[in-house]
């Protein structure tokens, strides 16, 4: 009897136990800034939340869980307690060849009642992986969409405008459905605008309440893409016209997910929805964008590593064949939309084929293969580029769709010139070219570029130039007068074993903290934003902030003006040197340099309001 009263008393705790629990599998979320951690299962326990993740990345990468990594619900933390998955004697864990890892983060409970929560690794920094809005009621979370987009009827039917050039300004507009602030969420747009191709795409500003407005410099109808949450979206615009775009963003973040990818491309829901000019020719790239491309896989440069010119031919033509067929299949395709794809991939093609060189070398280091042996580059160049030089493109006036026209035009008036008839608009372009220098670095037209200028017979092209040229004078003009900044020159020939101590020297007896940062770096940005208050509370530091030449003079000359401090702008040898000495990967990265001129806290990714302050009065001391 009393056997049975044991068992039955351990039952009921068992019981209990479990119902003390809450277990949610492949829970939905609502932004994330990484694909290499997902949350593969959520488990609410009585003293513990258990979160089991998986770890994505490169075979034999390094990775690790900060130990400050937290989950918050609205304005209350959840402290890590620990982990299990990760080496316990390394910092760093190193993933097997599979490049999956799976692990258990170990959390102070959360309520039975909590509906959603965010995980993030390093509170108070923009560095670490942040997954946001994580649900724990099972369901897929469903954003408003407005009944004017869904109920809007789309015309298939017109045709591609005529690729005449007419300068004027496009407008790219929408909305981010499901958007908040703290997702940190970037919104980059990349416009070839023939002259001025920014390597780095100029970051479109988000509202609060998820809006966005792009105004863009077009020459003709032309391509151009946007980049969300890792996501490449292709666009169609032309000058004077609109595009309004409104995305679903949890849509967008779920495509991108291990996890739920596949479930999202078998559900086809919609991600994005277009109004304006061309919507109906946009929306149909949201199903071939993908067809207009050779070797836009993610596995290109690692497949094409130590392949001969003759593999690496064979590789692309079987990839444009493949291409071609989808392209072909679409039964239910406009012919503008059809033209429009054909002439990119028929490009793409070309642009692989002769740029092989270029393609084969750059492969190992894009792709992070070591030890790859280079082939005999050596080739016919006769036979090699025949079937590329063959393509109808070649000779159509639909080539002015190509985004990188100019290019084709310098390869065609040079190596290749006996095999074209030359276009007199193709001096222009030249011309142009010659002339963009000093506008691709947010610099005004030089004495010499503006002779040139007056050479270039086509209004639209000059038009494009003396707009430009107007805005950027227009911009130095607004800063001319702002003071708190200050400029200093440094020697070329300083080299990264001495930079430190020669840019602090002036400064000795104070501590000097030194921001490595570039325009083109969003968390660095966010990061002086939130130094601020540090700044105005510790004014007896010194802030010297030391950019290089990946930021445009011009954008520098711009934006330093509202960084109050010391400013530098190094040359991108002394930039490479100073993070192999320093051996730091990227940017931001911080020195703090004590009273005596010494290294006393050295950090990459931003660490935290609280964290720099507490270092840089360490160092006073």
Known sequence: MKSIA????????????????????????????????????????????????????????????????????????????????????????????????????????LPQETESFDFIEMPGSDEGWNVYGVRLDGKKPQVDVPEEVLHQQLDYTLPLPIPELKADKAIVKGRL??????????????????????????????????????????LLPCGCTLWIAGCQFYLFIVPGGELDITMNLPAIFWSRSHLFGEKQRTDEETQVWYQGDYAGLNTELLRIGGMMRVGSNDNFSADICGMTPLAFKKYIFKQYKTLRKQLEGEKNLSQASRTYAGVNLDMSLFSCIYNYKSNLSYAPMISGKKGVKRADMTVDSTSYFKEILELDVLHSPELKYYNYYPDFVRTATSSLRDRFVQDPLWVDIMLGMRAASNLSRQLPLSPKERLTLDSIHTPAI?????????????????????????????????????????????????????????????PCMRAMNSLKPVKEELKDVVYIYIADESSPEGKWKITIPDIHGIHYRITNEQSSALGKL?????????????????????????????????????AGE
């Open 6 to 109: 044991i068992t039955c008393f351990v039952l009921i705790a068992v019981c209990v136990g479990l119902q003390a629990e809450k277990v949610v599998k492949a829970p939905y979320f609502m932004a994330t800034n990484t694909r290499s951690l997902e949350i593969e299962k959520v488990t609410l326990g009585k003293d513990t939340t258990w979160l089991e993740v998986k770890i994505y990345n490169r075979p034999g990468e390094g990775v690790r869980i900060d130990s400050t990594a937290v989950l918050c619900v609205a304005d209350k933390k959840y402290a890590l307690y620990n982990s299990e998955g990760f080496s316990q004697k390394e910092e760093w864990t190193r993933l097997p060849a599979s490049g999956e890892m799976a692990a258990t983060l170990k959390f102070a409970p």
């Open 177 to 218: 459905l499901g958007y908040k602030p703290e997702y940190g969420v970037k919104l980059l747009f990349y416009n070839s605008a023939w002259f001025f191709f920014d390597f780095f795409g100029k970051q479109i500003e988000v509202a609060e309440d998820g809006t966005f407005n792009y105004e863009t410099d077009v």
């Open 462 to 522: 000059r038009q494009l130039f003396l707009k430009k040229n107007a805005d950027i004078e227009a911009r130095l003009e607004a800063v001319k007068n702002k003071t708190g900044y200050t400029v200093c020159l440094l020697d070329t020939a300083v080299t990264a074993d001495s930079l430190l101590a020669v840019v602090t020297r002036p400064y000795r007896g104070k501590v000097v903290l030194i921001d490595m940062w570039n325009t083109w770096c969003g």
């Open 582 to 618: 320093y051996e730091y990967p990227g940017i931001p990265t911080y020195f703090v340099i004590d009273r005596e001129g010494k290294l006393s806290y050295k950090v990459t990714g931003f660490p935290g309001a609280e964290v720099m302050k507490e270092e840089l009065l360490k």
